[in-house]
RNA sequence: GCCAGAGUGGCGGAAUGGCAGACGCGCUGGAUUCAAAAUCCAGUGCCCGCAAGGGCGUGAGGGUUCGAGUCCCUCCUCUGGUACCA
């Protein structure tokens, strides 16, 4: 047998370790701990994909490799096992998706064995455990019972809301409404995709073009009751926290944007007293678009001359002035009253080039404001609005519509009337859900401008460095949306931008026109989906005497968690857009408490609820007291690395911080982040495939005249023509210039690149196949080799057959393969290590060492195979070498390691054997070559700082130094103190030559001693190869 | 559009501002073999040259530096993310 056998070895070491519980971790670490996580999987039907393993073994390999040096670690594995393909396969073959799930779990557990990774496998759990769920829930009725104190950025338990004296005096009722408004958990109507020939409401994925992804039915927006998260609430401290964070930068800058934090202002813009839209009140008297308030010169108001009327709302000036007079007294109201149309601006500074106003389509006063004659217009576009999907209001819909509500606002800082617009390039979700428009200075209100004629005003001079046309700029010509110098800003003139923004927002601040405003791009987390397969809600309606809702809840008492789901006939959709716990059978769905009856909650969690906190219930995963007893808690967490797909930067990450930091304020976790250092594993792409196309009459068409069309099909770009993609073997290409043309025809391009792992392109990898033919040892080692693990990177089966031979010949190199058992190879010996083949191994520590703690897996392997090509030459092979280098391996390659150090005549499993070490010292060579740079007129080496060459180079009055002087006189002095070998050389050890080396072009100095004794010889070539030594100045 | 990352041999990739291409694959030649596989040895960036040797080389162009794959600027290409957030 000696002949390496993974099938074999590997099997007999995952049972040992299995039986010896070698990875069991402590209840509480001794010594320093280490928690490292790995994301875990959804448990496909399709098992591990090759992706899986790639963080799995390198998180693995930093767990081993700890061990040994002494860490007490913690790494756990377990499934995120709700989610919709399970529900699918429900439908499809009507059984509970639990049994599915439950094998695929199985499966995964099998294939993670498999591996031979280091978990903890008593820890395991599932999503979709009971005891699990439980607590999932239980963690949702904190987030319902906390609101958030502003004051002191931190959420309380929902007894501490203070509740106004109005509202206690309302009665209970009222206070239990007024708190459901506080909670960090609270309902509101949400859109829906409803796909009414399904009967079912579709996730956002699963709807593509405004049709199902599922035989392209129709579907429509709905907005039906939900359950939401008040993430906004710690924005700015899931914001602020990325700092101290050990994560990617891209990572944090993902985050950021997404939670979006901007500062600015509001600004109240006065559009008069009054009634229902219609006819115009005293206050606001028609007045004639270019007299009055608009200023004489520029262009007036703005409002396109096919939309003016006489009718239109406008506000008189006189009640302008006296709303204004009275804004100075009463402050800046914290809600707008009926009387203002309110504004978020992050460019306070161009108040002055306000042109137009636009108001979101869904805005409460678009009624109020349209007067009798524009409803119908008015109304048709809002109808037209509410019917486009986000989609088709974002990509779809490249133009900017809008329509004109035939209203006016006053703009403050000038008095001049403003048209308002409804438009629905703004959002009614952001801000106030109305701007001022200044299409100078902003592109979207640009080519809204242009679109509909609306005058354009430049208010900020761009100056002449910027990257604009200036004149164009001033002219209303082109936009401009950097930073300037204020002009047509009366009383503002020559500010720059940013002074201005402060200068002007205080002004609005004091005249009670406006402040200062914060806004973010985060919304709030819907929170509850339309499907069977999830967590249910632990919530309880109460009904009145009819059996209609009140509209108040209660949360089922903790000792009544968890709430199961209920056994279902069938899981066919009911065909209504309520979720499909409402065909549950009546006990389930009506609970009855203390003679009340209650309808229970029916949406359920999305697949972000579970994964939100596992990494907490791994530390305590058998406790049914609590999710996470606190000393427990306290002794592991934070998470020290965690490394996961880049696809889960923003939502799952934002999400599990943001519960995290509620657990926190509730004091049930003492870390304010969950996870200290992230790191993003890359994707793996299939293997390279080369591509040529071919037209219908199947002559070849170079892959430079092909575009893709819409659907993705490859066309001619010339005329169109559909052309047809050809698999080319890679013996039939040929590199010439840039890239690849077929072979013997130059003419012809062909595309080379590597595609995502899909299963209808088959180019996926299966684990199991990969085991079966190479072993995981190989399959885990050649996923570390590929490349750095953060880089995108495409298979190669001749890769994995590459590392597996290094595999064979480490074990040749120690192992007689010819013998029929494992005995030790015939060249292994007791010698002492000779003092080079001591540099070797001590090298190799120290790379391999090195290399694991930043990561560097795919360099530590290749360390390990010049280590192996060394000590496989040589005919006696001292254990004192090969031992270590099998621990430096069993990270990587444990199986074998193993079975290695058994044969090495060790009885116990080395997964707590001390690590290597490495001795500087053995790390001196007596001989090195150092390069040094001449240049003619001023040759000089580096900085002399570079512990192993800088002794040579540097400026020739440097300590240490050699170099050339102006002259071009080469003085090679060394010193042995440079080399930083500790103790190898003394300073003082040194030699010093000069040579002419006008006429060289490169010199070499070879640089031998002997502990303690410094000698130097140098050759230095001239432009003939002629040896400067020969040549001494 | 915007944001992020990346462009190095035939391929995957190495290289704290200091001999570009470590290591692996592939390829070429040799040993072993009846033959093949496997294994071992040698070679392998490109061009010129029998050779010695020489020239050119890290997407393109500029710059900083004694010295640039590495730092700075401009541009090109690819990959991923994102979509009117005022």
Same mark, same amino acid.
């Given at each position: 047998?000696?002949?390496?056998?993974?099938?074999?070895?590997?099997?007999?070491?995952?049972?040992?370790?299995?039986?010896?519980?070698?990875?069991?971790?402590?209840?509480?670490?001794?010594?320093?701990?280490?928690?490292?996580?790995?994301?875990?999987?959804?448990?496909?039907?399709?098992?591990?994909?090759?992706?899986?393993?790639?963080?799995?073994?390198?998180?693995?390999?930093i767990?081993?490799?700890?061990?040994?040096?002494?860490?007490?670690?913690?790494?756990?594995?377990?499934?995120?096992?709700?989610?919709?393909p399970?529900?699918?396969?429900?439908?499809?073959?009507?059984?509970?998706?639990?049994?599915?799930?439950?094998?695929?779990?199985?499966?995964?557990?099998?294939?993670?064995k498999?591996?031979?990774?280091s978990?903890?496998?008593?820890?395991?759990?599932?999503?979709?455990?009971?005891?699990?769920?439980?607590?999932?829930?239980?963690?949702?009725?904190?987030?319902?019972?906390?609101?958030?104190?502003?004051?002191l950025?931190?959420?309380?338990?929902?007894?501490?809301?203070?509740?106004?004296?109005?509202?206690?005096?309302?009665?209970?009722?009222?206070?239990?409404?007024?708190?459901d408004?506080?909670?960090?958990?609270?309902?509101?109507?949400?859109?829906?995709?409803?796909?009414?020939?399904?009967?079912?409401?579709?996730?956002?994925?699963?709807?593509?073009?405004?049709?199902?992804?599922?035989?392209?039915?129709?579907?429509?927006?709905?907005?039906?009751?939900?359950?939401?998260?008040?993430?906004?609430?710690?924005?700015?401290?899931?914001?602020?926290?990325?700092?101290?964070?050990?994560?990617?930068?891209?990572?944090?800058?993902?985050?950021?944007?997404?939670?979006?934090?901007?500062?600015?202002?509001?600004?109240?813009?006065?559009?008069?007293?009054?009634?229902?839209?219609?006819?115009?009140?005293?206050?606001?008297?028609?007045?004639?678009?270019g007299?009055?308030?608009?200023?004489?010169?520029?262009?007036?108001?703005?409002?396109?001359?096919?939309?003016?009327?006489?009718?239109?709302?406008?506000?008189?000036?006189?009640?302008?002035?006296?709303?204004?007079?009275?804004?100075?007294?009463?402050?800046?109201?914290?809600?707008?009253?009926?009387?203002?149309?309110?504004?978020?601006?992050?460019?306070?500074?161009?108040?002055?080039?306000?042109?137009?106003?636009?108001?979101?389509?869904?805005?409460?006063?678009?009624?109020?404001?349209?007067?009798?004659?524009?409803?119908?217009?008015?109304?048709?576009?809002?109808?037209?609005?509410?019917?486009k999907?986000?989609?088709?209001?974002?990509?779809?819909?490249?133009?900017?519509?809008?329509?004109?509500?035939?209203?006016?606002?006053?703009?403050?800082?000038?008095?001049?009337?403003?048209?308002?617009?409804?438009?629905?390039?703004?959002?009614?979700?952001?801000?106030?859900?109305?701007?001022?428009?200044?299409?100078?200075?902003?592109?979207?209100?640009?080519?809204?401008?242009?679109?509909?004629?609306?005058?354009?005003?430049?208010?900020?001079?761009?100056?002449?460095e910027?990257?604009?046309?200036?004149?164009?700029?001033?002219?209303?010509?082109?936009?401009?949306?950097?930073?300037?110098?204020?002009?047509?800003?009366?009383?503002?003139?020559?500010?720059?931008?940013?002074?201005?923004?402060?200068?002007?927002?205080?002004?609005?601040?004091?005249?009670?026109?406006?402040?200062?405003?914060?806004?973010?791009?985060?919304?709030?987390?819907?929170?509850?989906?339309?499907?069977?397969?999830?967590?249910?809600?632990?919530?309880?309606h109460?009904?009145?005497?009819?059996?209609?809702?009140?509209?108040?809840?209660?949360?089922?008492?903790?000792?009544?968690?968890?709430?199961?789901?209920?056994?279902?006939?069938?899981?066919?959709?009911?065909?209504?857009?309520?979720?499909?716990?409402?065909?549950?059978?009546?006990?389930?769905?009506?609970?009855?408490?203390?003679?009340?009856?209650?309808?229970?909650?029916?949406?359920?969690?999305?697949?972000?609820?579970?994964?939100?906190?596992?990494?907490?219930?791994?530390?305590?995963?058998?406790?049914?007291?609590?999710?996470?007893?606190?000393?427990?808690?306290?002794?592991?967490?934070?998470?020290d690395?965690?490394?996961?797909?880049?696809?889960?930067?923003?939502?799952?990450?934002?999400?599990?911080?943001?519960?995290?930091?509620?657990?926190?304020?509730?004091?049930?976790?003492?870390?304010?982040?969950?996870?200290?250092?992230?790191?993003?594993?890359?994707?793996?792409?299939?293997?390279?495939?080369?591509?040529?196309?071919?037209?219908?009459?199947?002559?070849?068409v170079?892959?430079?005249?092909?575009?893709?069309?819409?659907?993705?099909?490859?066309?001619?770009?010339?005329?169109?023509?559909?052309?047809?993609?050809?698999?080319?073997?890679?013996?039939?290409?040929?590199?010439?210039?840039?890239?690849?043309?077929?072979?013997?025809?130059?003419?012809?391009?062909?595309?080379s690149?590597?595609?995502?792992?899909?299963?209808?392109?088959?180019?996926?990898?299966?684990?199991?196949?990969?085991?079966?033919e190479?072993?995981?040892?190989?399959?885990?080692?050649?996923?570390?080799?590929?490349?750095?693990?953060?880089?995108?990177k495409?298979?190669?089966? #001749?890769?994995?057959? &590459?590392?597996? %031979?290094?595999? !064979? @010949?480490?074990?040749?190199?120690?192992?007689? *393969? +010819?013998?029929?058992?494992v005995?030790?190879?015939?060249?292994?010996?007791?010698?002492?290590?000779?003092?080079?083949?001591?540099?070797?191994?001590?090298?190799?520590?120290?790379?391999?060492?090195?290399?694991i703690?930043?990561?560097?897996?795919?360099?530590?392997?290749?360390r390990?195979?010049?280590?192996?090509?060394?000590?496989t030459?040589?005919?006696?092979?001292?254990?004192?070498?090969?031992?270590p280098?099998?621990?430096?391996?069993?990270?990587?390659?444990?199986?074998?390691?193993e079975?290695?150090?058994?044969?090495?005549?060790?009885?116990e499993?080395?997964?707590?054997?001390?690590?290597?070490?490495?001795?500087?010292?053995?790390?001196?060579?007596?001989?090195?070559?150092?390069?040094?740079?001449?240049?003619?007129? #001023?040759?000089?080496? &580096?900085e002399g %700082?570079?512990? !192993? @060459?800088?002794?040579?180079?540097?400026?020739? *009055? +440097?300590?240490?130094a050699?170099?050339?002087?102006?002259?071009?006189?080469?003085?090679?002095?060394?010193?042995?103190?440079?080399?930083?070998?500790?103790?190898?050389?003394?300073?003082?050890?040194?030699?010093?030559?000069?040579?002419?080396?006008?006429?060289?072009?490169?010199?070499r100095?070879?640089?031998?001693?002997?502990?303690?004794?410094?000698?130097?010889?140098?050759?230095?070539?001239?432009?003939?190869?002629?040896?400067?030594?020969?040549?001494?100045?």
């Amino acid at each position: 047998m000696p002949r390496y056998n993974p099938a074999t070895i590997e099997k007999k070491w995952q049972a040992y370790w299995e039986e010896h519980e070698t990875f069991r971790s402590p209840r509480l670490p001794s010594g320093e701990k280490l928690y490292v996580l790995d994301m875990f999987p959804y448990p496909s039907g399709d098992g591990l994909h090759v992706g899986h393993p790639e963080g799995y073994t390198a998180t693995d390999i930093i767990c081993r490799a700890a061990r040994m040096r002494g860490r007490s670690v913690m790494h756990p594995m377990g499934f995120d096992a709700f989610g919709l393909p399970a529900e699918e396969h429900a439908i499809r073959t009507n059984t509970p998706p639990r049994e599915s799930t439950e094998r695929n779990v199985a499966n995964f557990r099998r294939q993670l064995k498999m591996l031979g990774f280091s978990y903890d496998w008593s820890r395991e759990l599932a999503t979709t455990d009971v005891e699990y769920v439980r607590w999932t829930q239980w963690i949702f009725l904190q987030i319902y019972d906390t609101w958030f104190d502003e004051a002191l950025q931190r959420g309380r338990p929902i007894v501490e809301l203070p509740i106004p004296a109005e509202v206690k005096a309302a009665g209970d009722a009222a206070v239990r409404r007024y708190q459901d408004e506080h909670r960090l958990a609270y309902q509101s109507e949400a859109p829906v995709n409803w796909c009414p020939a399904l009967g079912t409401v579709l996730a956002n994925e699963e709807v593509v073009d405004g049709k199902s992804e599922r035989g392209g039915h129709p579907v429509e927006r709905r907005p039906l009751r939900q359950w939401m998260l008040r993430i906004t609430a710690y924005a700015d401290r899931l914001e602020r926290d990325l700092d101290a964070l050990d994560w990617p930068e891209s990572v944090k800058l993902l985050q950021r944007n997404w939670i979006g934090r901007s500062t600015g202002a509001e600004v109240d813009f006065y559009i008069g007293e009054g009634g229902t839209g219609g006819s115009p009140t005293s206050a606001d008297l028609p007045i004639d678009v270019g007299s009055g308030l608009s200023t004489g010169g520029q262009a007036t108001s703005g409002t396109p001359r096919d939309v003016r009327a006489s009718h239109d709302r406008k506000p008189s000036e006189a009640a302008f002035v006296a709303w204004k007079a009275a804004r100075a007294k009463s402050r800046y109201p914290k809600k707008p009253g009926e009387d203002v149309l309110r504004i978020y601006t992050t460019r306070p500074d161009t108040l002055f080039g306000a042109t137009y106003m636009v108001i979101a389509p869904e805005h409460p006063l678009v009624d109020r404001l349209t007067p009798a004659a524009r409803r119908e217009s008015v109304e048709a576009y809002r109808q037209r609005a509410a019917a486009k999907s986000d989609l088709d209001r974002t990509e779809l819909a490249k133009a900017k519509t809008g329509v004109f509500t035939g209203a006016y606002a006053i703009n403050p800082v000038n008095g001049k009337p403003v048209p308002i617009w409804i438009a629905d390039y703004v959002l009614m979700s952001y801000g106030t859900g109305a701007i001022m428009a200044v299409p100078g200075h902003d592109e979207r209100d640009y080519e809204f401008a242009v679109q509909y004629d609306i005058p354009i005003v430049a208010v900020v001079d761009p100056g002449l460095e910027a990257d604009v046309d200036r004149n164009a700029v001033l002219a209303g010509r082109e936009v401009f949306t950097g930073n300037g110098v204020a002009i047509n800003s009366p009383g503002y003139e020559g500010e720059v931008t940013p002074a201005f923004k402060k200068k002007i927002t205080a002004d609005l601040a004091t005249q009670g026109l406006g402040r200062e405003a914060v806004n973010y791009k985060l919304r709030d987390w819907l929170f509850s989906r339309q499907r069977f397969w999830g967590e249910p809600f632990p919530i309880l309606h109460e009904l009145d005497a009819a059996g209609n809702k009140t509209g108040l809840v209660r949360a089922v008492e903790e000792r009544d968690l968890p709430v199961n789901l209920p056994h279902l006939d069938d899981y066919k959709p009911h065909g209504r857009p309520e979720p499909p716990l409402d065909k549950s059978p009546e006990e389930w769905l009506y609970p009855v408490i203390d003679g009340k009856r209650y309808k229970r909650e029916t949406n359920t969690m999305p697949q972000w609820a579970g994964s939100c906190w596992y990494y907490l219930r791994y530390l305590d995963n058998e406790n049914a007291e609590r999710m996470v007893d606190p000393e427990v808690e306290r002794a592991w967490m934070p998470v020290d690395l965690y490394i996961g797909g880049a696809e889960h930067a923003v939502l799952h990450l934002l999400y599990s911080r943001f519960w995290h930091k509620v657990l926190y304020d509730r004091g049930v976790v003492t870390t304010p982040e969950p996870f200290a250092k992230l790191v993003n594993q890359g994707m793996i792409l299939g293997e390279v495939e080369m591509t040529g196309y071919r037209d219908a009459a199947g002559a070849w068409v170079s892959a430079r005249e092909v575009k893709f069309g819409e659907d993705n099909t490859p066309v001619r770009k010339a005329d169109g023509q559909a052309v047809e993609a050809v698999k080319i073997d890679p013996a039939n290409a040929e590199k010439h210039g840039e890239g690849f043309v077929l072979k013997g025809n130059a003419a012809i391009q062909l595309e080379s690149r590597a595609f995502k792992m899909s299963k209808s392109r088959g180019n996926v990898v299966n684990p199991d196949q990969v085991v079966r033919e190479y072993g995981a040892d190989a399959l885990r080692l050649y996923e570390m080799f590929m490349g750095p693990l953060e880089a995108t990177k495409p298979w190669s089966m #001749d890769g994995v057959s &590459g590392v597996r %031979g290094f595999l !064979d @010949r480490a074990w040749r190199m120690i192992i007689d *393969d +010819r013998a029929d058992d494992v005995r030790l190879s015939a060249a292994v010996c007791d010698d002492a290590l000779s003092a080079e083949q001591n540099r070797v191994l001590h090298k190799t520590i120290k790379a391999v060492t090195e290399d694991i703690d930043r990561l560097g897996f795919n360099t530590a392997i290749a360390r390990m195979m010049e280590f192996t090509n060394y000590f496989t030459k040589l005919d006696r092979r001292p254990r004192a070498a090969l031992a270590p280098f099998v621990l430096l391996l069993s990270p990587f390659a444990p199986h074998i390691a193993e079975e290695l150090w058994e044969a090495l005549g060790h009885r116990e499993s080395l997964a707590y054997e001390p690590w290597p070490t490495w001795d500087e010292a053995a790390l001196v060579e007596d001989s090195i070559e150092v390069p040094v740079q001449v240049n003619g007129d #001023d040759a000089r080496g &580096g900085e002399g %700082g570079r512990e !192993d @060459r800088g002794a040579i180079g540097g400026e020739a *009055d +440097r300590e240490g130094a050699g170099g050339a002087g102006a002259a071009g006189v080469f003085c090679g002095e060394v010193r042995g103190a440079g080399l930083g070998a500790r103790g190898a050389a003394r300073s003082g050890d040194w030699a010093q030559r000069e040579y002419d080396i006008r006429r060289a072009t490169h010199a070499r100095i070879k640089w031998e001693y002997g502990l303690g004794t410094g000698s130097l010889s140098c050759s230095c070539f001239g432009r003939n190869g002629h040896d400067l030594r020969d040549d001494p100045h």
